[in-house]
């Protein structure tokens, strides 16, 4: 049985990611840890939904990992805290560390990430939840193997109503205005706003189609005004310059609907333009449309609901360990950095109103 340990539920995707432990046949939740001293206990739903019995609660990191011994460790902080708390966890008998995306706040804290994983010679992961989409994995195939030829550019819309719209297992839930200001999402210090929240996914998602190509340019713009109500953006637009042509990366918070259950328009996802067709991906469907010079009408194709050991972060995780592999695609730290360069690019540049290399 691999052991599995829930680090800091400032995002709510800890409870994604327990459940996914929770139904693992080889993997048990031996602890779960939230120093969270603010109103409500982050950590009930998760004790409820998966039997943890107290002994296994902790409200001190150090106790918590020192007493339950995990494989892994899961860390959902908030987006501008995952540097530090990959630090505090990695001296911890060399566990495999997995962190929910964004990778980090910047590159540099990133390299933080790597040097503090590298230094205990445990294993580090970035989790893209879209990245277990049928859909986008099939759309990687299909790239990979040529099928549309050279990649010349990449469109991505990303976002959803909002990030307290709803909770683990897309539970729905309707904001306060109290709680938007209390939310760290709305806090610019700890990494809130669509653009870190978001852009990461297009960005890294994008490095994993293009076969890691990095862009030399970017230009972004974010609607956020100075003396503004919010400290953050709710919706970004980027552009990045390869060598190949450009991309375009959306962020909103904000849309109609939630793509999980109504695509909003645009819809949520990418489109991938190659030299022979193009393919586009959305999140949630259970195929993508690839068009072609011979077929500009297009043609579905379907995307297989996705097999163990590939069906989500935590079985893909089991199995590496098991077979001793390294971590691939968006997980892959390399290939996140490449993707938080950009967004790093596209801060600076909608900050400064200029466009910057990397």
């Known amino acids: 049985m691999w ?87 990695a001296p911890f008998q060399s566990a495999a560390v997995m962190v929910e995306k964004p990778f980090a706040n910047s590159v540099a804290e990133a390299d933080r990430m790597v040097a503090a994983m590298e230094k205990s010679s445990g294993r580090l992961a970035i989790n893209w939840p879209l990245a277990w989409r049928p859909s986008h994995v099939k759309c990687h195939e299909l790239v990979s193997s040529g099928t549309i030829g050279e990649i010349i550019g990449v469109s991505h819309y990303g976002g959803n109503r909002g990030p307290l719209y709803h909770g683990a297992d897309k539970s729905e839930h309707k904001p306060t205005d109290a709680e938007k200001s209390a939310s760290w999402f709305y806090r610019e210090s700890e990494g809130g706003g669509s653009l870190r929240d978001y852009l990461g996914y297009g960005t890294t998602l994008t490095t994993w189609f293009n076969g890691g190509q990095r862009p030399s340019e970017v230009i972004a713009m974010w609607d956020h005004h100075p003396g503004s109500a919010l400290e953050v953006d709710e919706h970004s637009i980027v552009i990045a310059r390869y060598a190949t042509g450009l991309s375009k990366f959306e962020t909103r918070w904000g849309t109609l609907s939630d793509p999980w259950t109504q695509q909003p328009e645009p819809h949520c996802g990418f489109v991938i333009t190659g030299t022979d067709g193009t393919i586009s991906s959305w999140d949630y469907d259970e195929y993508v449309t690839l068009r072609t010079p011979e077929n500009p009408a297009g043609e579905k194709i379907p995307a297989p609901k996705l097999e163990s050991p590939m069906q989500n972060p935590i079985a893909y995780i089991i199995d590496c360990l098991e077979k001793n592999r390294p971590f691939d695609g968006p997980l892959n730290p390399v290939i996140s950095r490449i993707g938080q360069e950009i967004v790093d690019a596209a801060i600076e540049s909608a900050r400064w109103k200029r466009a910057v290399t990397l």
């Open 3 to 89: 052991r599995i340990a829930g680090i800091c539920f400032d995002h709510f995707h800890m409870g994604d990611l327990l459940r996914m432990a929770h139904e693992h046949p080889n993997a048990e939740i031996v602890g779960i840890c939230d120093e969270w001293t603010g109103p409500g206990d982050r950590m009930a739903e998760a004790r409820t939904s998966f039997s943890i019995p107290s002994d296994r609660v902790w409200s001190r990191t150090e106790d918590c990992l020192e007493t339950s011994r995990p494989d892994v460790i899961i860390l959902c902080p908030s987006a501008a805290r995952h540097a530090e708390w990959v630090e505090r966890v």
